[in-house]
């Protein structure tokens, strides 16, 4: 007769049948930890996946800064014509008949440091010449001026919010009240330079009148 059915000893048959079953759960315990570290469920095959990662490097902006228009201060180190460039802008490089040019003009800071600078009307001026004639001067009847301290940031550039429209007239600070004449067209070629506390821009930009 088979042990294994009918348990032989001393204790009843049901003490050794609860033995064997305590035996066998305890073994199907130690195969099931046994696949867990070999299978490892919820891992797959090769490279693991790399974690995401946010940039934290700063993107240069779309468009420059706006200059001031209203009156503001800033502290800092002045801003030096070593570390500024300053740029004649004009919206067009050709004009027809009785179009009218609008100037500005951006100022960048490629030195490695902050520094202010005024950059308000009242330290902006430009100035258009063709040839060796001046044709027109901002400051010749300037009448209102904007002080604009600002903190140029390293590689920041900043422009003008509002441009200058130019009425393709001779300007002369004597003729502010009087009519005044109108410059030569057809095809003359000008050139517009521009300067921002007292720091020039280093080339001018060409235009023409139709």
Same mark, same amino acid.
């Given at each position: 007769?088979?042990?294994?059915?009918?348990?032989?000893?001393?204790?009843?048959?049901?003490?050794?049948?609860?033995?064997?079953?305590?035996?066998?759960?305890?073994?199907?315990?130690?195969?099931?930890?046994?696949?867990?570290?070999?299978?490892?469920?919820?891992?797959?095959?090769?490279? /693991?996946?790399?974690?995401? @990662?946010?940039?934290?490097? !700063?993107?240069? &902006?779309? +468009?420059? $800064?706006?200059? /001031?228009?209203?009156?503001? @201060?800033?502290?800092?180190? !002045?801003?030096? &014509?070593? +570390?500024? $460039?300053?740029?004649?802008?004009?919206?067009?490089?050709?004009?027809?008949?009785?179009?009218?040019?609008?100037?500005?003009?951006?100022i960048t800071n490629h030195g490695t440091t902050s520094c202010k600078i005024d950059a308000g009307t009242s330290k902006q001026v430009f100035t258009i010449t063709s040839g060796s004639e001046v044709y027109w001067k901002s400051t010749d009847c300037q009448t209102s001026k904007v002080y604009a301290e600002v903190l140029l940031q390293p590689g920041k550039t900043i422009s003008s919010q509002t441009p200058i429209t130019w009425d393709r007239t001779r300007s002369d600070p004597k003729t502010c009240q009087a009519t005044r004449d109108q410059v030569p067209a057809g095809g003359a070629s000008y050139h517009l330079q521009t300067s921002v506390a007292g720091i020039i821009s280093d080339t001018t930009k060409q235009f023409s009148l139709n």
């Open positions: 007769m088979s042990t294994f059915k009918h348990p032989v000893g001393p204790q009843p048959s049901k003490v050794y049948w609860r033995r064997r079953l305590l035996v066998a759960l305890g073994l199907l315990a130690v195969i099931v930890v046994i696949i867990l570290i070999v299978v490892r469920p919820g891992s797959s095959s090769g490279t /693991p996946a790399a974690v995401p @990662t946010t940039s934290t490097t !700063p993107k240069a &902006a779309t +468009n420059p $800064t706006s200059i /001031p228009t209203t009156e503001t @201060t800033a502290n800092g180190q !002045p801003c030096t &014509a070593a +570390n500024i $460039t300053v740029q004649a802008i004009t919206d067009l490089n050709a004009y027809a008949a009785g179009q009218n040019p609008k100037l500005a003009v951006s």
